[in-house]
């Protein structure tokens, strides 16, 4: 038999077409496979999205800064952080005092001045209204109390009625300004404390930063997080680095091998014809690597996209580095497999040619 590529590839193919059965049990074996790679990256990455999406919600990635014996903050230095590529928002809060609302008599709640930054990190993805000199933002819980809803009025006791500009809900980030009434002013003056959101890969750095910052004199300031690490048990990228796919992916590969070299070992006497019609031993090897990536190549492109298909069914979100990386292990685990298959012509199948034409 020829060694020339065209033949080799005709062959292959005929091959496939008249071993239907055989094709189908490892096509099925090969996809399944696969499939469960793809599915196992694409699911863990998606845990670990979750995840660092609900930590994140929850004020993770949040600082707060003091002044350690309770002095002042510079209000517009803390609302300059807001402008670094590292911080997703940063605001100010003004000393809260106390306040009570003719609709509640004998109620208390509280008030403060706070900047728009501090409610963009305190209300993620809510709009923050452009709030007039007297208006009011309420928190959810004040709201619900007084049955307040963005324009309705709320009188302060001793003081003229006031407009509500807007009801916002801070219960994820901070639960204690869910019952306060606030008036956004500008980031001038003395603060009380400053609030400043990181992106999650310069939290640590960022935190460490933020003393300096503000520190003048022999008085630094105190940074702090906001959530502490050990409210969360769990430690995602670390579960993630050590998935067993990671390393284990060869496992897979090792299985599509056997597979077929169970198989090749059930067609010696088919490779034994080609031996006696000339084929030298190591073109039998050729022609196995051929029909491996005629079959393996196709299931490897349908495993893939039915696992990313099932995964978007499921309500998986994998951004597109996580897709990658299901698309890489799979790739491994399909190459490695094309890599070894032809070689159970030349360690499986030995002997004469006459030994392996007896079972014929």
């Given at each position: 038999?020829?060694?020339?590529?065209?033949?080799?590839l005709?062959?292959?193919?005929?091959?496939?077409?008249?071993?239907?059965?055989?094709v189908?049990?490892?096509?099925?074996?090969?996809?399944?496979?696969?499939?469960s790679?793809?599915?196992?990256?694409?699911r863990d990455a998606?845990?670990?999205?979750r995840?660092?999406?609900?930590?994140?919600?929850?004020?993770?990635y949040?600082?707060?800064?003091?002044?350690?014996?309770?002095?002042?903050?510079?209000?517009a230095?803390?609302?300059?952080?807001?402008?670094?590529?590292?911080?997703?928002?940063?605001?100010?809060?003004?000393?809260?005092?106390?306040?009570?609302f003719t609709?509640?008599?004998?109620?208390?709640f509280?008030?403060?001045?706070?900047t728009?930054?501090?409610?963009?990190?305190?209300?993620?993805?809510?709009p923050v209204?452009?709030?007039?000199?007297?208006?009011l933002?309420?928190?959810?819980?004040l709201g619900?109390?007084?049955?307040?809803?963005?324009?309705?009025f709320?009188?302060?006791?001793?003081?003229?009625?006031?407009?509500?500009v807007?009801?916002?809900?801070?219960?994820?980030?901070?639960?204690?300004?869910a019952?306060w009434?606030?008036?956004?002013?500008?980031?001038?003056g003395?603060?009380?404390?400053?609030w400043?959101?990181?992106?999650?890969?310069?939290?640590?750095?960022?935190?460490?930063?933020?003393?300096?910052?503000?520190?003048?004199?022999?008085?630094?300031?105190?940074?702090n997080?906001y959530r502490?690490?050990?409210?969360?048990?769990?430690?995602?990228e670390?579960?993630f680095?050590?998935?067993?796919?990671?390393?284990?992916?060869?496992i897979?590969?090792?299985?599509?091998?056997a597979?077929?070299?169970?198989?090749?070992?059930?067609?010696?006497?088919?490779?034994g014809l080609?031996?006696?019609?000339?084929?030298?031993?190591?073109?039998?090897?050729?022609l196995l690597?051929?029909?491996?990536?005629?079959?393996?190549?196709p299931?490897?492109?349908?495993?893939?996209?039915?696992?990313?298909?099932?995964?978007h069914?499921?309500?998986?979100?994998p951004?597109?580095?996580?897709?990658?990386?299901?698309v890489?292990?799979?790739s491994a685990?399909?190459?490695?497999?094309?890599?070894?298959?032809p070689?159970?012509?030349?360690i499986?199948?030995r002997?004469t040619?006459?030994?392996?034409?007896?079972?014929?």
């Amino acid at each position: 038999m020829s060694w020339r590529t065209g033949l080799l590839l005709r062959e292959a193919r005929l091959n496939l077409q008249t071993g239907a059965i055989r094709v189908a049990v490892a096509g099925s074996t090969i996809f399944a496979v696969l499939l469960s790679v793809a599915l196992l990256e694409l699911r863990d990455a998606d845990d670990l999205l979750r995840f660092q999406q609900a930590y994140s919600q929850a004020g993770g990635y949040v600082a707060v800064v003091r002044e350690p014996t309770g002095g002042a903050l510079d209000a517009a230095r803390c609302e300059a952080l807001g402008d670094l590529d590292a911080v997703v928002a940063a605001g100010s809060l003004g000393t809260p005092y106390l306040t009570a609302f003719t609709a509640a008599p004998g109620t208390i709640f509280r008030r403060a001045d706070v900047t728009r930054g501090a409610l963009e990190v305190w209300a993620p993805g809510q709009p923050v209204p452009v709030t007039p000199a007297m208006g009011l933002i309420a928190g959810a819980a004040l709201g619900k109390e007084l049955g307040l809803v963005a324009g309705s009025f709320v009188q302060p006791e001793g003081e003229a009625p006031l407009p509500v500009v807007a009801v916002v809900d801070t219960t994820d980030r901070n639960g204690q300004v869910a019952r306060w009434a606030m008036s956004v002013k500008p980031p001038f003056g003395e603060a009380s404390e400053c609030w400043v959101e990181f992106r999650r890969r310069t939290y640590d750095g960022g935190i460490a930063m933020l003393p300096a910052w503000f520190s003048e004199g022999d008085d630094p300031a105190v940074a702090n997080p906001y959530r502490r690490s050990d409210e969360f048990a769990r430690d995602p990228e670390a579960e993630f680095a050590g998935r067993p796919q990671r390393s284990g992916w060869p496992i897979a590969a090792a299985l599509i091998v056997a597979m077929n070299w169970l198989m090749t070992w059930f067609r010696r006497s088919e490779l034994g014809l080609y031996l006696a019609l000339g084929t030298p031993r190591i073109g039998t090897l050729f022609l196995l690597a051929a029909e491996s990536w005629l079959l393996v190549v196709p299931t490897a492109v349908a495993a893939l996209a039915y696992a990313l298909a099932l995964g978007h069914a499921l309500g998986w979100e994998p951004g597109l580095d996580e897709a990658m990386l299901a698309v890489r292990t799979t790739s491994a685990v399909a190459l490695l497999a094309l890599f070894l298959m032809p070689l159970a012509p030349l360690i499986l199948v030995r002997g004469t040619i006459a030994d392996l034409l007896k079972d014929r």
